[in-house]
Antibody
Framework: QITLKESGPTLVKPTQTLTLTCTFS??????????VGWIRQPPGKALEWLAV???????RYSPSLKSSLTITKDTSKNEVVLTKTNVDPVDTATYYC??????????????WGLGTLVTVSS | QSALTQPASVSGSPGQSITISCTGT?????????VSWFQQHPGTAPKLIIY???KRPSGVSNRFSGSKSGNTASLTISGLQAEDEADYYC??????????FGTGTKVTVL
């Protein structure tokens, strides 16, 4: 059974750096085709794709946020970390991590973590 | 990349069929058969209901079906039930090797 859980601060001040950790079980990020992604959702708004890291350490970022995001993995700890620099109140959102399988003719985002709400406020 | 365009809301009566559209560009939906659909009930995480345009994960009702024509993908819910009332999001792989989500559609069961 695959599970993912997001963790990190619930409150961050503007201009600070936000660090979120996705701890997962039931799969390995060294397996061909496997990836972990991050998606966020501001209160009452739509989902927004942020970043993905693949089993071979390939990394992709949302073009609009690329300069402020960094995604890394620690396969020994089964963790993926997302950092966002210089946060702003518009970054207030529920942040989700998700297991991704991408191989050949298949790409699926499943399952998702429960999400963690991060509020940016002074 | 701009978000994929979905209607803000769609409604239907129990038993009816409804269709939600998801319009992108030739850089995403129009080129790749990597369109997914997610269902999200209030206060919960999104759930995958369709991937690769038409494929249904194990355990997802066959009342949900997907299709694509040109730059527009569609999700059809047949035999609408009260439990289908939720927000629905599409997503697509893009030519930049990234992903993009849709603007979201609120489905109301009348």
């Amino acid at each position: 059974q695959i599970t993912l859980k997001e963790s990190g601060p619930t409150l961050v001040k503007p201009t600070q750096t936000l660090t979120l950790t996705c701890t997962f079980s039931g799969f390995s990020l060294t397996t061909n085709g496997v990836a972990v992604g991050w998606i966020r959702q501001p209160p009452g708004k739509a989902l927004e794709w942020l970043a993905v890291i693949y089993w071979d350490n390939d990394k992709r970022y949302s073009p609009s946020l690329k300069s402020s995001l960094t995604i890394t993995k620690d396969t020994s700890k089964n963790e993926v970390v997302l950092t966002k620099t210089n946060v702003d109140p518009v970054d207030t959102a529920t942040y989700y991590c998700v297991h991704i399988f991408s191989f050949g003719d298949d790409i699926w985002f499943d399952p998702w973590g429960l999400g963690t709400l991060v509020t940016v406020s002074s | 990349q701009s978000a994929l365009t979905q209607p803000a809301s769609v409604s239907g009566s129990p038993g009816q069929s409804i269709t939600i559209s998801c319009t992108g560009t030739s850089s995403d939906v129009g080129t790749y058969n990597f369109v997914s659909w997610f269902q999200q009930h209030p206060g919960t995480a999104p759930k995958l209901i369709i991937y690769d345009v038409t494929k249904r994960p194990s355990g997802v009702s066959n009342r949900f079906s997907g299709s694509k024509s040109g730059n527009t993908a569609s999700l059809t819910i047949s035999g609408l039930q009260a439990e289908d009332e939720a927000d629905y999001y599409c997503s697509s792989y893009t030519s930049s090797s990234t992903y993009v989500f849709g603007t979201g559609t609120k489905v109301t069961v009348l």
